[in-house]
């Protein structure tokens, strides 16, 4: 167990949204703690890690677990992004933000392409209304983001990163892991809250049914 850290500051996020439901979020990322042992315990083995760079450590021993276990290894990468982040990962999902910084003033394709070059990783980036764009061979690919009335956009990245990784996880391609992941994400956007506003699996799959139906 570690030390008390009695002057340690804990962190803390305030995020405000508008009335298309878009958010801009301000973080405190804490100060003052103890560094965590550099291990990472488990009882049981995943069936998929996931982890995201800001942290760079500990995004190392997430990386390492999910090597272990010969698991797929996702990070969700954001700004500040750089290659090392992922050494050894799987799957290297961006934000647009994340991809910005990696690469900046370049297209979504130059900056996914430099991206699978120095990383090995299977590529993509989430663009919020306008899908995910991902490599396929040497085509750039987009698979569209379904279409709904966004009210509360906070946490919808951290929703789809979460049900991308498990779909993998449960063996899907990653085609299948986006459009679910799609979904799922859409869905928070629908209503206000965290996550009392994520969508059950039942009711993500009876939302991809109904818009397959519509569509």
């Not at 698991?71 to 647009?96: K, M, N, Q, W, Y």
């Not at 392409?113 to 090995?120: K, S």
Request: charged share 20%; net charge negative; with cysteine.
């Amino acid at each position: 167990m570690s030390p008390p850290t009695p002057d340690a500051r804990s962190s803390v996020s305030a995020a405000f949204v508008n009335k298309e439901g878009e958010r801009q979020t301000i973080n405190f990322a804490g100060q003052g703690f103890q560094e965590l042992p550099p291990a990472v315990v488990t009882g049981d083995a995943p069936c998929a890690v996931l982890a995201d760079n800001r942290h760079p450590e500990l995004t190392g021993w997430a990386i390492d677990l999910g090597r272990l276990h010969g698991v797929p290894v996702v990070i969700d990468a954001e700004a500040p992004f750089t290659a090392d982040h992922a050494c050894g990962a799987t799957h290297l999902a961006f934000s647009r933000q994340g991809l910005n910084s990696f690469l900046p003033g370049q297209s979504i394709e130059a900056g996914l392409r430099h991206a699978r070059e120095d990383t090995g990783c299977w590529v993509c980036v989430t663009d919020g209304e306008n899908g995910v764009w991902y490599l396929q061979g040497n085509a750039m690919k987009n698979i569209p983001a379904f279409k709904v009335d966004a009210i509360d956009t906070i946490g919808a990245g951290d929703v789809w990163h979460g049900i991308f990784t498990l779909c993998l996880g449960e063996g899907q391609i990653e085609i299948a892991a986006i459009r679910t992941a799609n979904a799922a994400a859409a869905m928070k956007c629908r209503q206000f809250g965290g996550i009392t506003a994520s969508p059950d699996r039942e009711s993500c799959d009876a939302f991809m049914e109904e818009q397959s139906i519509c569509n």
